[in-house]
């Protein structure tokens, strides 16, 4: 196992150190002033994770309104580091109820210095579970053992749920209603050029679950995937139903998948861990079903005038429509005035990204909603060509619809107490970076 | 400032002040600028409230660090605004974010013009403060003459008038071909005559700056810089606003005293008398006391006072004065004062009587070695260096060396090594400089560099009387119980070779010698081991016959290393274990070390290329220059000596011993040898081919008085000068010293110069000259730019200009030193008296490092230099060419062995010699016909005309007709053109022979015809 970090800091924007623990001694206490200096107050900052300065190297992001920055002086694994940090936020984040920025972190030293002292040790990664930290890491108090009273409930035991078969779920869960909801959630990345021809497409998607479920619980997931689908025929000798499936790439699984059961049977079966968890990730290249069109032109008028016009056009069934649409045309940063036109939603410009940016709250299917803007522009001293046009930038969601088609066939759950199951499924399809070239 | 009605901007400026962090503040900048795009683009317009709050927005946004790529034109229509607030957000935006080169600019020159001739003082002082901060070439060559009026009109407020004195320097210094300073110095003499302090200070910037550049033409401000002073230091007569802690106005002080400076020196004995009255003064009158302020102003009027001193070279009376005030600031309690009495000290070095004074105070300098400040410790080490001389040196050394192991560690490389070069310099007798270096090496060893102990080695080889001292001292270090490596290398060699001349004595019997040196083989390094086997073979070889024990020993040793994995030793143990088996004939091989061929210091040469360049260690450098080593290496040159570049420490020859370990010594023999084969004063063998044509271009320009000669000669002009340049070239070559060959071909860039007014005139590594031309009509001026290529100075540079009789050159002064990479102008003044084609010769000399260069060039202020291009139209053209009929008015020559040229060449050619071409004048297209107009002092301005008749056939000969009404000019320019059209040097230089027949008048036209009218002219 490599080292991933010899210290860990927190900044806030402003580069002020929010809290910060060492792991090693081999890189000193000032160097978080060394990537204020020299990464945080020049122009270099965002533009590579990992730089290195004075023989220590400096892996930082940035989450919400909080850098992290992991500071090693040997050779580590960056992208170990990297994955601690994630996890690290995702157990934060379960700590502190969802968000986790500059006010959460002040309103927490007392837990993030014991988390950071469970999670890593001498510059190694540890548990990061969630489910296990919360055993004996807790925020309320704790009953001391010599008290008169008995506990309510046995006091969980960490060690063996660690080390016993499973070790994502405890024993003797039960709920009233036993529950299971499961969100496909896909994002789509689209770079088309500006004739419309698509330079590069995929989408990546995840599966995510919460499950509220008593016992131990053994679920069973089938999709209109090609292995899963062909397997199945295979078994059952009886061919595919027609219909399309999808080719799954790169899929990763939740370490509660069982791994030998998919490789013999090509199905998702698993015991879940109590609450929310991702089941699994995975990534498609081909067959996407785009939910946009954008038909723009974009006409100079001389060395001041610009026109503008932009066409969106929604692609996906009529019945459904798109939310939060957000779509960024950039223009030049002379940019002085603009007239606009639309037929929905509204539109203005933006100095500080220099970009048009049009607004559209609803946007229902099979319908093409037009803008129409004027630019004018200021001269300059710098008479720069204008060959440096951006791309257009789109953001959306388009719920009840997936870019990839993919679709859950089934989902059952098997508990020795044989009690019922409520399951609820949902898709929504977002867009990662939807680009059009103009 | 007026922001205070400025809501928006102050309400702009806090929010950015108050954001969190870049980000937010990148944000709200860049929505402002947008905020302002909009508004700047707004078609009803600004009124200028509002231009004036957005272009101060955006002044504080560039100010921020961000791009601003526009809003500059609202900037400069600012300027030309009717009230103080926009006009002077106008001015202060556009200095701020326009610079010299902006094409902007050229709108606002004309605004900038009418406030500053404008009545308005405070408008024009905002104008004059932005030329003076932009200063562009353009703005000098616009305003400069309205600056100049500003400055000496009497009718402007003292304020206005010092601005325009600053302004006026700052243009100046920027462009100081474009200000036009002639006949200034009569109007700097009026202006140093001026009561207010204010303007006299500015003024007086001017002056140091002018006088820094030529101070020829300032001597008459010199009585009135002597006034000033007077005014000021004597007479006290100041305003009391102009009185700083006391001290009448500093400034105005220290700057007549640095003007006074730039003159050589003072002969007036009333002037000299007083100035140095006045001197007297500032010296006796200054003190220490207690305001840091105080004691700043008249330190600082004190030291240019003393530098006036040095600079006059006073009595020594006065010197000794200066001296005894610096050593009352050296004994003072402030650590700055005792810095800059030391400093000044150093200074003082240069002069060069003074020594015995600063030695009175040698023991005061010594105890500042012990100052807890560094930089004091420094420039007590320095000064110390500086004043050591035979009488003191022993002393000051000894006081090194015992200061050397208390000292800084960061001090102790420069202290050993100046301690070595006093001891080698200063040295009474060499058994002393023996000890020295030895105790520097056993008490510094760290921070003695192998230059020192090789430079130890060198002397004790040289000097036989001194081997068996150093074999006896190496040998008593050698008993001290741990001693620095450094120390083991010195013994160990001096050992190997000297110790048989010991042999006698108690201890140290070859045997005894071998183990005292072997017991510190374990303890050094590997570049040390094959040290220790050479010395091991010497005294092998001076046992021989070898006694049995001691060869096995040393043999043992010897196998043992001959695996070694370092080269170099294994290398000497496989080589002297062999060589030591051949018994007697050892002795041969491995005899003494041969004699090392004098040469310079290695330890001078590297303290100068440490040695920063600062006023103070040029001294020490001058000095070090000035006084050779008295104690340097008696030797007989061996020339004859089979291998006198062989590796200093290596025993025998062996080509293939490529020591390691002595690297550094080799590299300065290399280099010293390198420089040797410069310095060789035998002239490359004459007779070669290369060579004359190298000298060709130098010998052409030869004295003048071979073209003088040569000019009684009508006839045969042509070839007798060609006679004359072949006499010449032969010449020089036996007394030709410098044999650094120019870069170039001189001739060509003179022809090339002869047809434009700037370009290169001569180039050799190390020196580049340039020139640069103005001519107007009899008048010209040549700027030579002298420029250093190297990063030491040229020395001893001179030029002589050997002027011709039709021409007037004056030659303002040639500084004597170019320092590193500068470059150095001297202008030309040139008056031409009268036609000839004789060109003014440039004898340059300069001296680099050993070796003297003396250049001949032809400067090219020829005879067309001298014209100006007239277009003359058919109707005046006929009547002047009819009336200047025949010789000598008129001459006609057929030129054969023409460059071959279109014709339309040859009117380039015509127009770049300042001919105005004609065309369509003569009906013949084959013809050519020019005009254009002389100048000299003599014809004043003269109509001069040519007509050029080609023959399509034979591109080789042509007929040419010169006309003018001066008979003297039109030869001489029928010449000159005859020569450029032959002469132009090209490949084909071989004139064809060309069938002799000449078509006079050849073509029979009508009458009628323009052209037969100028052809019956002919």
């Known amino acids: 196992m490599p080292v991933a970090a010899s210290a860990i800091y927190f900044l806030n924007l402003r580069g002020d150190v929010l809290i910060n623990r060492l792991y090693r001694d081999d890189v000193g206490g000032n160097m978080v002033d060394a990537f204020r200096m020299h990464i945080m107050q020049t122009k270099e900052l965002g533009t590579c994770p990992v730089r290195q300065i004075g023989g220590c190297s400096f892996f930082y992001m940035r989450i919400s309104n909080v850098y992290i920055v992991i500071v090693v002086s040997s050779n580590a694994n960056v992208a170990c580091a990297f994955k601690f940090v994630v996890e690290a936020v995702t157990l934060f984040k379960s700590y502190f109820g969802g968000a986790f920025d500059e006010d959460a972190i002040r309103n927490n030293f007392v837990l993030i210095y014991e988390l950071l002292d469970e999670i890593m040790d001498f510059g190694y990664p540890q548990n990061l579970s969630p489910e296990i930290l919360k055993l004996y890491i807790t925020q309320e108090g704790v009953r001391s053992p010599f008290s008169s009273k008995p506990a309510d409930k046995p006091v969980p035991n960490a060690t063996l749920q660690v080390t016993g078969a499973v070790g994502w779920r405890r024993e003797g869960l039960a709920y009233k209603k036993n529950e299971v909801f499961l969100d496909i959630v896909e994002s789509v990345n689209l770079l088309m050029s500006s004739k419309g021809s698509v330079l590069r497409c995929d989408v990546t998607g995840k599966i995510l679950m919460k499950c509220f479920l008593s016992g131990m619980p053994d679920l069973k997931l089938g999709l209109n995937d090609k292995i899963g689908l062909e397997k199945e025929s295979q078994l059952k000798s009886r061919p595919t139903k027609s219909g399309k499936t999808i080719e799954l790439d790169d899929v990763t699984f939740h370490q ?83 007239n606009f036109q639309v037929t929905s939603g509204r539109a203005k410009y933006n100095a500080a990204i220099d970009c048009l940016v049009w607004k559209i709250r609803k946007f229902p299917g099979q319908t093409e909603p037009t803008l129409s803007a004027e630019i004018e522009l200021i001269s300059t001293i710098a008479e720069k060509k204008s060959s440096t046009r951006p791309p257009i930038q789109m953001e959306f969601q388009v719920p009840m619809f997936t870019a990839s088609g993919l679709r859950v066939r089934f989902l059952k759950v098997w508990e020795k107490s044989g009690y019922n199951t409520v399951e609820w499924v949902r898709y929504i399809t977002k867009a990662g970076s939807y680009e059009i070239r103009c | 400032m007026a922001l205070s009605g400025m809501r928006g901007l102050s309400v702009f400026i806090s929010e950015i002040r108050n954001c969190q962090n870049k980000e937010q503040e990148r944000l709200r900048v860049d929505k402002e600028l947008g905020n302002v795009r909009t508004r700047f683009k707004n078609e009803k317009g600004l009124t200028h409230y509002e231009k004036k709050k957005y272009v101060w927005k955006v002044l504080y946004i560039y100010m921020l660090g961000y791009d601003v790529d526009f809003g500059h034109m609202e900037a400069v229509s600012l300027i030309s605004a009717p009230k103080y607030p926009e006009k002077q957000v106008g001015y202060i935006v556009t200095s701020c974010l326009l610079n010299e080169n902006h094409e902007f600019l050229r709108l606002a020159i004309n605004t900038v013009r009418n406030d500053i001739i404008g009545r308005n003082e405070t408008f024009q002082c905002l104008a004059l403060t932005l030329v003076g901060n932009i200063g ?130 003072i002969e007036d004995p009333n002037a000299r008398r007083s100035l140095f009255e006045v001197l007297q003064r500032i010296l006796m009158g200054t003190d220490v006391v207690k305001n840091v302020n105080k004691n700043n102003a008249s330190h600082a009027v004190l030291f240019e006072a003393l530098a006036l001193v040095m600079h006059l070279d006073a009595e020594k009376e006065m010197m000794s004065q200066c001296v005894a005030l610096l050593g009352k600031f050296i004994s003072g309690r402030e650590p700055n004062i005792r810095y800059l009495g030391l400093e000044n000290m150093t200074r003082m070095l240069m002069v060069t009587d003074v020594q015995d004074i600063i030695k009175r105070h040698q023991d005061q300098i010594i105890t500042l070695l012990k100052d807890p400040d560094i930089s004091i410790r420094r420039r007590a080490l320095d000064l110390l260096y500086g004043m050591c001389d035979v009488s003191n040196a022993k002393n000051i050394v000894e006081e090194l060396l015992q200061y050397l192991s208390t000292a800084d560690f960061a001090m102790r490389e420069e202290l050993s090594l100046k301690a070595a070069i006093l001891a080698e310099k200063f040295a009474p007798d060499l058994s002393w400089y023996v000890d020295v270096i030895l105790q520097l090496i056993d008490k510094a060893g760290d921070f003695v560099s192998d230059d020192i102990w090789f430079r130890v080695v060198q002397f004790v080889t040289n000097n036989e009387d001194l081997q068996p001292y150093a074999a006896v001292k190496a040998r008593e270090y050698l008993d001290k119980p741990a001693i620095h490596e450094t120390m083991v290398k010195v013994s160990a060699h001096l050992l190997g070779e000297y110790s048989h001349l010991l042999a006698r004595r108690p201890g140290c019997s070859p045997k005894e010698i071998f183990s005292i040196i072997h017991e510190k083989l374990p303890t050094v390094s590997t570049s040390t081991i094959p040290i220790l086997l050479s010395t091991y073979a010497k005294i ?447 490949a084909s230089g071989a004139p064809a022979p060309v069938p002799p027949q000449a078509q006079p008048s050849s073509s029979p036209t009508a009458l009628s015809d323009p052209g037969a009218m100028l052809a019956g002219l002919l």
């Open chain 1, 256 to 338: 509660c998948v069982n791994l030998t059961r998919f490789n013999s049977e090509k199905t998702v079966s698993f015991v879940p861990p109590d609450g929310e968890f991702e089941l699994m990730k995975y990534r498609i290249t081909e067959g996407v079903n785009l939910p946009f069109r954008v038909l723009p032109t974009i006409k100079e008028l001389g060395r001041t005038r610009m026109e503008v016009n932009v066409k969106v056009k929604s692609v996906f069934g009529a019945k459904m429509f798109a939310l939060g649409v957000v779509v960024k045309i950039p223009v030049p940063k002379q940019t002085a005035k603009t």
């Open chain 2, 136 to 265: 562009g070439r353009e703005f000098a060559e616009s305003l400069a003459p309205d600056v100049q009026k500003l400055l000496i009109s009497s009718s402007c407020r003292p304020l206005v008038r010092k601005k325009a004195a600053l302004c006026l320097l700052r243009l100046y210094r920027k462009n100081p071909d474009v200000v036009n300073v002639d006949g200034w110095s009569d109007r700097m003499a009026q202006l140093l005559d001026e009561r207010d302090l204010g303007v006299l200070t500015s003024s007086t910037s001017l002056l140091v700056a002018l006088v820094s550049n030529n101070h020829d033409s300032y001597w008459s401000c010199l009585p009135k810089c002597i006034k000033i002073l007077e005014r000021l230091a004597r007479n006290q007569d100041v305003p009391p606003e102009y009185t700083y802690y006391g001290i009448p106005s500093p400034w105005l002080q220290v700057k007549a005293m640095r003007a006074l400076q730039y003159f050589p020196t």
């Open chain 2, 540 to 986: 092998l070889m001076h046992t021989q016959p070898a006694d049995p024990e001691l060869q096995n020993q040393i043999w043992a040793i010897f196998t043992k290393y001959e695996s070694c994995i370092d080269v170099e030793i294994q290398q000497r143990a496989v080589e002297y274990f062999a060589l030591s088996r051949k018994g007697a004939t050892l002795m041969d091989i491995l005899a003494e070390m041969p004699k090392f061929p004098e040469r310079q210091s290695a330890l001078i040469k590297k303290a100068e290329d440490t040695e920063a360049d600062t006023a103070d260690q040029s001294v020490i450098k001058l000095r070090a220059q000035q006084q050779t080593s008295n104690a340097l290496v008696v030797t007989d040159p061996r020339p004859a000596n089979g291998a006198p570049t062989m590796n200093q420490l290596s025993l025998v020859k062996m080509p293939s011993m490529s020591n390691v370990d002595h690297n550094s010594a080799d590299q300065g023999v290399t280099q010293e040898n390198g420089t040797l084969s410069i310095v060789d004063p035998q002239p490359p063998t004459p007779s070669n081919g290369d060579f004359l044509d190298l000298l060709g271009p130098l010998a052409i320009e030869g004295p003048p008085g071979a073209s003088v000669q040569s000019e009684h000669n009508l006839v045969s002009q042509v070839e007798s000068s060609s006679n004359a340049e072949e006499r010449l070239a032969i010449a020089p070559v036996g007394e030709q010293e410098n044999t650094v060959q120019p870069i170039g071909n001189i001739a060509e860039r003179f022809h090339a110069l002869c047809l434009k007014d700037s370009g290169v005139l001569y180039e050799d590594p190390y020196i580049q000259i340039g020139t640069k031309a103005e001519w107007r009509a009899h008048q010209g001026r040549l700027i030579l730019f002298l420029g250093n290529k190297n990063t030491a100075p040229l020395v001893s540079v001179q030029a002589l200009i050997l002027s011709p009789s039709h021409l007037k050159i004056e030659l303002s002064l040639v500084p004597e030193t170019i320092p590193p990479r500068a470059q150095v102008q001297c202008p030309l003044e040139v008056v031409n008296v009268h036609p000839s084609r004789d060109v003014a010769v440039l004898d340059f000399s300069y001296k680099f490092g050993t070796y003297v260069v003396n250049v001949k060039l032809r400067l090219p202020a020829v005879i067309n230099k001298f014209l100006q291009p007239i277009s003359v139209s058919a109707d005046e053209f006929f009547p002047q060419w009819r009336s200047l009929s025949g010789p000598p008015l008129k001459l006609q020559e057929v030129v054969r062995g023409v460059r071959p040229m279109s014709l339309m060449e040859m009117a380039n050619l015509f127009n770049s010699f300042r001919f105005m071409v004609s065309p369509g004048l003569d009906p013949n297209p084959n013809n050519l016909v020019a005009s254009t107009t002389f100048y000299s002092e003599s014809t004043r301005a003269m109509l001069c005309l040519i007509r050029i008749e080609t023959d399509p056939a034979d591109t080789t000969q042509l007929r040419m007709t010169v006309a003018s009404g001066d008979p003297m000019l039109t030869f001489e320019l029928k010449e000159f053109v005859k020569e450029q059209l032959v002469s132009i040097p090209t």
